[in-house]
């Protein structure tokens, strides 16, 4: 029922609810979710539902959960409709959607931070995030580039991490096991 600001204005509530009080989900699955929910077609909150609703219950709680989640905002998008013509120049209405705006940028920054907190932070971490501030606020780079400017980062780093690895295992190895020995 809370669809002001869609998918992303919603995260902190589905973190506070399938992480926070059913435990449903860890830190970890969450962001998961979040990164596969983002990447496939369709609605940020109908994909989290999804997801969590086929982990719980497999198919059948897939489809309750997303029945769950779309039915509230099509009978309240139907209910607004009906007396769109009327609500729209109400001066307080207007008055409670410029106040709704300003908590739905305190729902996204509460969910940014929330699972900010959470992620590992290395100098990778800074980077992507130096770099996907830089494109987003002085390049005006569109939001979906920037996604896959850091997928490719993100992959690169892997692919020259995964090769360096193995490397410095051997050299232990060579040594006769590194520090145990």
Not at 97 to 126: C, E, P, Q, S
Not at 169 to 176: A, F, R, V
């Amino acid at each position: 029922m809370f669809t002001f600001g869609g998918g992303y204005a919603m995260i902190s509530l589905i973190h506070a609810e399938v992480v926070d009080n059913m435990k449903w989900l860890d830190d970890d699955e969450m962001m998961n979710m979040i990164i596969v929910a983002e990447s496939t077609p369709g609605v940020l909150a109908v994909n989290t539902a999804t997801f969590v609703g086929y982990k719980i219950a497999g198919v059948l709680g897939a489809a309750f959960a997303t029945i769950g989640v779309v039915l509230p905002s099509m009978i309240i998008i139907t209910i607004i409709s009906l007396f769109f013509d009327e609500f729209k120049n109400l001066k307080y209405v207007a008055y409670a959607f410029n106040g709704i705006r300003a908590g739905i940028v305190i729902l996204i920054y509460n969910a940014v931070t929330k699972l900010a907190k959470k992620h590992k932070k290395d100098m990778f971490y800074y980077a992507v995030l130096g770099i996907s501030i830089v494109l987003s606020l002085f390049v005006k780079l569109n939001a979906v580039y920037i996604l896959l400017i850091a997928v490719v980062l993100g992959v690169s780093y892997s692919f020259i991490s995964i090769k360096f690895e193995p490397e410095a295992k051997n050299d232990s190895d060579k040594n006769g096991g590194g520090a145990e020995s």
